[in-house]
């Protein structure tokens, strides 16, 4: 199983980017999968879960109302459109399952918001 993190990249405070996750080699829609994220000199910390087998999301209060969910069963399974960006939602981006698997974890997609 392998991870693929893309979308990334850089905006000024107040734009907006895309995540895009592919996960080779997982049947995803019996799981949870998440969104974290990990700033310089901290552990990986969760951002978003989406239950597949009835949509439901979950989200941290820093990002509720500007981050969004979904699915796309396409080529990248699940996608997370960010919207209103801050300068503190700088980070590298990982998708995994959730709770994570040690072992899934891919390279991950930086985002780095400028102020």
């Known amino acids: 199983v392998q991870m693929v993190e893309s979308g990334g990249g850089m905006v000024q405070a107040g734009g907006s980017l895309g995540l895009s996750c592919a996960a080779s080699g997982l049947t995803i829609w019996y799981w949870t999968m998440a969104w974290y994220r990990q700033t310089q000199g901290q552990g990986r910390t969760l951002v978003a879960r989406?239950?597949?087998?009835?949509?439901?999301?979950f989200y941290i209060d820093s990002v509720k109302g500007r981050f969004t969910l979904t699915k796309d069963n396409a080529r990248n399974p699940m996608y997370l459109p960010m919207t209103s960006l801050k300068p503190e939602d700088t980070a590298i981006y990982y998708c995994?399952?959730?709770?994570?698997?040690?072992?899934?974890w891919g390279r991950g997609t930086q985002v780095t918001v400028s102020s």
């Open positions: 989406l239950r597949w087998s009835d949509n439901s999301t």
């Open positions: 995994n399952e959730a709770p994570p698997d040690a072992g899934y």
